[in-house]
């Protein structure tokens, strides 16, 4: 049903004849385009010199005193005045189909990896109509990602949306690609926006590997294509993430990232006539990013899980593209440089990490170990600095003394190698976390009954405790 209601509605929505106008003027990345009545996001043809072979697509993005603003997907060489603009699409659609998977699509969503043309497809609109609040079931079950610290400390749910905060070069892309990899959803969609064209091929070929592509989508716009396709590419992306959804599937979408999206939209409303508001980014940038988030979610049918990455500009959590983005997300992930320059991978700083529906997919055993690690982790970062100049007394703070003691068992869980197998069995994961918690609980118990206040660590730098002195008898 839901398929029939796309086709009604792009029926209806069709051009019933002929429209088209002419070239004005260039202004800036804008064709001024007189005599063409089309609605904003309609697609239209430029037919440069009057030749058809030439022609190129652009896109509707505005309108000036009469005027029609058409932005060119793609360079605006050989646009001269008077250049026919013919209207082709008023609804923008894209296919989709199983055929898709393993398939790695430009932001158009047509195919670039040379494996022919895509078959077997089916039309859906671009932009439908979204899900009301109230149709929307809880999220009540974990998705296990692979990565042992997030299923463990910041468990996610299908249908979850949670966002990788992270500054350029910590890691980011690897820690997608081994969720890409071991995740236990049964189909990924990834959308790479504006990346560098060297990393979509790293991507595919290393991140994603011959392990996670058979069962994968890949849709890409690299940072030099136009910014309508970068901003069509996280559409893209997500028509085809609803598509295997209303299947009955538990998709992940990985969207790297929400900033280049944002810059891409903040090109069009500025070159479209927008006033630059925060920062330089105009309204409807804020107004475009819940639109694109609140895709993600759970169905009757399926879910979407949601992963999406968010440029830190040196380490500034409060920018505007982060602050927007946490508003909507239901949870962050945050990379430190911190530890990332300590060789800790992934760089999760966990305790600035959360995710909002962990207590709805974990139970109680599994919430109470993790804030017993959590509180251990936090005990050693407040007495880190003493032990680096040799100033922390050991026996002073139970608690730190047992964060001190159980470091390298906390270590363990958190840190991971990028290819280490078997690790996206959830339940094995918890297990861990429930072994760690009782050790750390056992190990408190015994310091606070068996230990006076300045006793020493049993970790075999012990420390001789001088005897109290006696005074001489007169």
């Known amino acids: 049903m839901t398929l029939l209601n796309d086709h009604i509605s792009m029926i209806r929505d069709a051009a019933a004849m002929e429209l088209s106008g002419g070239v004005e003027e260039i202004r800036g990345l804008t064709l001024r385009v007189s005599d063409l009545p089309v609605p904003v996001g309609a697609t239209v043809r430029i037919i440069r010199g009057g030749e058809e072979r030439q022609a190129m697509v652009g896109e509707v993005v ?4 009469g005027q029609t603003i058409v932005m060119p997907l793609g360079a605006s060489a050989g646009v001269r005045q008077g250049d026919r603009v013919v209207a082709e699409e008023y609804m ?3 296919r989709v189909g199983t055929s898709l998977l393993g398939r790695v699509l430009d932001g158009l969503g047509r195919p670039i990896d040379g494996k022919g043309p895509l078959r077997d497809t089916l039309v859906r609109s671009l932009h439908p109509k979204p899900i009301e609040a109230l149709n929307r079931p809880l999220i009540s079950q974990p998705l296990a990602t692979g990565v042992r610290a997030i299923d463990a400390l910041a468990s996610v749910g299908r249908g979850q949306r ?3 905060f992270a500054a350029p070069g910590l890691g980011k892309s690897t820690l997608l ?3 890409a990899r071991q995740t236990s959803a049964d189909v990924s969609v990834i959308a790479l926006v504006g990346e560098r064209g060297r990393e979509v ?11 996670g592509l058979p069962r994968s989508v890949v849709v890409c716009a690299t940072s030099d294509e136009p910014a309508l396709v970068r901003i069509r590419a996280a559409f893209v992306a997500a028509t085809i993430a609803e598509s295997f959804r209303d299947e009955g599937k538990d998709v992940l979408l990985i969207m790297d990232s929400v900033t280049r ?3 891409a939209q903040r090109q069009v409303g500025l070159a479209a006539g927008e006033p630059p508001a925060t920062r330089g980014y105009p309204p409807s940038v804020f107004a475009m990013l819940p639109v694109l988030l609140e895709r993600s979610g759970r169905t009757e049918k ?5 992963l999406y990455s968010v440029l ?12 927007a983005s946490r508003g909507v997300l239901d949870g962050h992930i945050v990379l430190s440089q911190r530890l990332a320059h300590r060789g800790h991978w992934p760089a999760i700083d966990i305790t600035a990490s959360i995710s909002r529906v962990a207590d709805a997919v974990t139970d109680v055993e599994h919430q109470s170990a993790r804030q017993d690690v959590l509180r251990s982790i936090t005990a050693y970062r407040d007495i880190e600095d003493l032990l680096n100049i040799g100033a922390y007394a050991p026996g002073a703070n139970v608690d730190a003394d047992v964060a001190i003691e159980c470091k390298p068992a906390i270590d363990q869980l958190l840190q991971q190698g990028r290819n280490e197998k078997g690790v996206s069995d959830f339940a094995r994961t918890r297990a861990q976390l429930l072994a760690l918690g009782q050790h750390i609980r056992g190990r408190k118990m015994v310091r606070t009954k068996g230990r006076t206040p300045q006793a020493p660590l049993p970790t075999g730098n012990r420390q001789a405790q001088s005897a109290p002195t006696r005074r001489a008898p007169a």
């Open 162 to 164: 949670i966002g990788i």
């Open 92 to 94: 923008q659609t894209v």
């Open 302 to 306: 399926g879910s979407i899980t949601g």
């Open 261 to 263: 999206f944002c810059q």
């Open 201 to 211: 091929r790293d991507f595919v070929d290393h991140h994603l590997g011959e392990q």
């Open 312 to 323: 830190v500009e040196g380490d500034d959590m409060n920018e505007p593209i982060s602050d």
């Open 62 to 65: 505005g309108f000036d005193r």
């Open 177 to 179: 690609g081994m969720m």
